[in-house]
């Protein structure tokens, strides 16, 4: 049975819905036919039908149950997070609230109302290899890492079908966060600006938001695959200086970036994605290369940018 067709009729909730990855899943969820109820921390509205937004923050344990017991969904996919890289202490408690003590009340009401699949988004920053000197390299890591512990925990004593997809560094149209590199870089050189950045050495596993989708997807529907754990990238590491090349030759600008002008972050992950995952358990393989990601990417904002200077000249 092919993945729509599992999804098809199927009631779903997506927390973290009016994100960069919630958005794009909400549109292929909707367009597999599914009722899908959407969770975001902010006031949407839809005319869509099949389309139903919730306002509630997931750090309260009974805004989640009411949700939960009234949606009764098959499938949950919680993407709802506070996504920052920073290592320094204030980013401590927002991580742990709004990643770890949101994901353990979400698994709880999950857990109760016996939900068929909950997939769990966490993150490349995990640590991969424990010992005793390993460590997660920011307070996201952190939160990220013990939110798949407590996955672990309620799939063995609770019997709950959590699927835990590591997803990589994600690129695509849309990406709300415009301080992330490919947003950021994309929007100065169409703007006419030199982006400032680093020494543009780290390397990275970046994948297209389409295959994100997709794995996510199959996460949420292919059976047998209860209480894993799994990379969701491209299997590739490539540098930044060479994805912000890439974006100057898609851009055709001639705007020179300004590398080595800020200062590299600390403790890094660098490690491409173990894909073996996904093509042996999910039957698919990330299909979009880099050059096609970033050109369409562009080709989005570029006509942002048109369509806002269009506004302007007609007011």
């Known amino acids: 049975m092919e993945v729509n067709d599992r999804i098809s009729g199927s009631t779903v909730l997506v927390t973290g819905a009016s994100g960069f990855i919630g958005a794009h899943l909400c549109r292929r969820l909707l367009n597999c036919g599914a009722k899908v109820n959407a969770v975001s921390r902010t006031m949407q509205r839809s005319d869509i039908e ?40 204030n ?6 609230y709004d990643n770890l003590a949101s994901t353990v009340h ?32 920011s307070p996201y890591a952190a939160a990220k890492w013990a939110c798949s512990i407590y996955g672990r925990m309620f799939y063995q004593l609770f019997q709950a079908a959590v699927v835990m997809p590591r997803i990589f560094m994600t690129y695509g149209p849309d990406q709300k966060d415009v301080q992330k590199l490919v947003p950021f870089v994309v929007r100065h050189l169409l703007e006419g600006r030199a982006p400032k950045l680093g020494s543009g050495r780290r390397q990275a596993d970046w994948i297209y938001i389409d295959d994100v989708v997709e794995g996510l997807l199959r996460a949420g529907v292919i059976p047998g695959i ?39 972050r600390p403790f890094e992950q660098e490690r491409p994605a173990d894909t073996s995952f996904l093509s042996d ?22 006509q942002q940018l048109s369509s806002a200077v269009d506004r302007v000249a007609t007011c």
């Open 50 to 89: 099949q389309l139903r937004w919730w306002r509630a923050d997931l750090r309260d344990i009974s805004a989640v149950r009411q949700i939960v017991r009234t949606v009764e969904p098959q499938i949950v996919f919680h993407l709802a997070s506070y996504v920052v890289g920073a290592r320094e202490l």
């Open 91 to 96: 980013a401590v408690l927002p991580t742990f």
């Open 106 to 137: 979400l698994l709880t009401a999950a857990a109760e109302s016996r939900c068929e699949r909950i997939v769990l988004a966490n993150s490349q920053e995990e640590p991969q290899n424990v010992d005793d000197t390993a460590f997660p390299r």
């Open 226 to 264: 209860e209480g894993c754990t799994f990379d969701l990238g491209s299997g590739s590491l490539v540098s930044v200086r060479e994805i912000v090349e890439q974006i100057v030759k898609s851009v055709g600008s001639s705007i020179e970036p300004e590398f080595n002008a800020l200062p590299d």
């Open 281 to 302: 358990r999910l039957g698919y393989r990330p299909s979009t290369s880099l050059k096609l990601g970033l050109e369409a990417t562009v080709t989005w904002y570029r």
